[in-house]
Every structure is written in C-alpha cells, then in structure tokens.
C-alpha cells in the first residue's frame, strides 16, 4: 500500500494549482523513495516534472512503485476542500482504483476524507539528461511573475539573452516594444532577493511568453526561480519547494525555420 | 518566422 502524511497540506494545495492549467492529466508516481511525475501538454511543447522525496513526508510508506492517474483539475476540486493549514494525508492500495485524502485541521477537531477516482493513464517518458547550461539565472519568484506578466501584455514571445551585462528580457507588439534587465545583484541581507547570473557563456534564445507565464502559476511555492539555458535546448524552470522536492517546467525554444 | 519546437526533438522518448 501507499501512505503519505504531509503537515503542510497547503504545498499540495499550491503544487496542483501550479500545474493544473498546464497538464489536464497524468500519471504520479509513488515508489519508496517518493512521488514523482512527468507531463506534457497536450501540444508537446512544454513538460512538467515534479520530485517530491520521502524524507519531505512526515510520513511516507510505499510497498511497491505504482502509477496513479491523476485528472488534476478533480484533484483541485478536492484539495480546495482542505484548509489552508490541514494536514494532508494519502492513501491508496496497492493497484487501487482510487486515491483516499484525508484532511486534518491542525488543532485536530476537524476531520474530513475525499476518494478521488484514479485513471488509466498511458504515458510518455522523455529522457532529459543532466547537464551544465550555459547560463543559471536565479531571482525572486515574484520578480519572474511580474516580467512575464509585464511582457505578455505587450507581445507574443519573448527574447531572453544572458550576458555578462546581465539577463535581458525583450519583446515586441502592435503597441511596441519591451526590454527589461535585470542585473546580478546581491546586496540585500535578504537571499530570497538576490538575483545570480552565473554565465558559462552568453547566451539568448526565443520562446513563447504564455507558457513562461503559466509556469509562475508555481510562484507561491518558492522565494526564488531558477532559468537555466543553452543554445537550441529548452529552457528549464525550476522552483525549490522547500525540503520537499521540486517542480521543474521545460519548454521548448523557437527556432527560426 | 520562428516556430514552435515539440519537445520531443530534444528529448528522447522513453
């Protein structure tokens, strides 16, 4: 069976609205060492993965790997009945038809359980190599969110250049044009603010802002983002969430035909 | 014009 108790429920809560307008379905997989799952949407420009590992659990018991399909937009629905600081736990048996969660307020006076219908779900595995980029570009969450909110306003795709000037976001629209730099900046006593650019070599690739911006759906789990990039590979988003794991968001770049 | 990539030109499907 599989069993996993997470005090902070309100991670989960963050972690399915961070990806559920990205991905409609897909598979979690549970195994001793964790939860895991890999994504794509539906166009295959961009895929979702999210490590979750046992030792982030307050508890974590899984007797044997198992996929559990997941529609997520349900299991929205039902995490949006746990309060904000309820205790979540899973449950499932071994090859289950369904996904228990049980919620516990944190004075314990409150105690609610949902079954949540599991899927069949036939799913396609990309093998994503480890590897060094040639720009990692760490900055606050919020300051992310609100360049590419800024961006997405003005126009369709974005020009995102690495240089030792700094990261350079650009685009351009029917009302003309945009440019944000933001420079490496470590001044605050506050790490959450700092802003590193560590430059192997310059770098500037194109992409689509509105999947740049659907992916800050995750920015209530993370103080910082990372951007890591090379030349003609997809660009990685990743979010730390906290001991737990993390949630990474791989898209593809455009590449002039 | 630029175009949109699928992901699986650069990963390989496992």
Known sequence: MFEAKISQGSVLKKLVEALKELVTEGNIDVSPSGMSLQAMDSSHVCLVSLVLRDDGFDHFRCDRNMPMGIHFAN???????????????????????????MFESSNQDRISDFDLKLMSIE?????IPDQDYSAEIKMPASEYQ?????????????????????????????VGTANVTLRHNTTSEKQEEHTIIDLKEPVALTFALRYLKNFSNATALAPQVKLSLTKDLPIVVEYQVGELGNIRFYLAPKIDD | TPIQNDLCEFYALL
């Open chain 1, 75 to 101: 299991f929205s629905k039902i995490l949006k009945c746990a309060g904000n600081d309820d205790a979540i736990t899973l449950k499932a048996e071994d090859n289950a038809d369904q996904l228990t969660l």
């Open chain 1, 146 to 174: 609100r360049i590419v909110r800024d961006l997405t306003s003005i126009g369709d795709t974005v020009l995102i250049s690495a240089t030792k000037e700094g990261i350079k976001f650009s685009t351009s629209g029917d």
């Open chain 1, 123 to 127: 799913s396609e595995h990309l093998g």
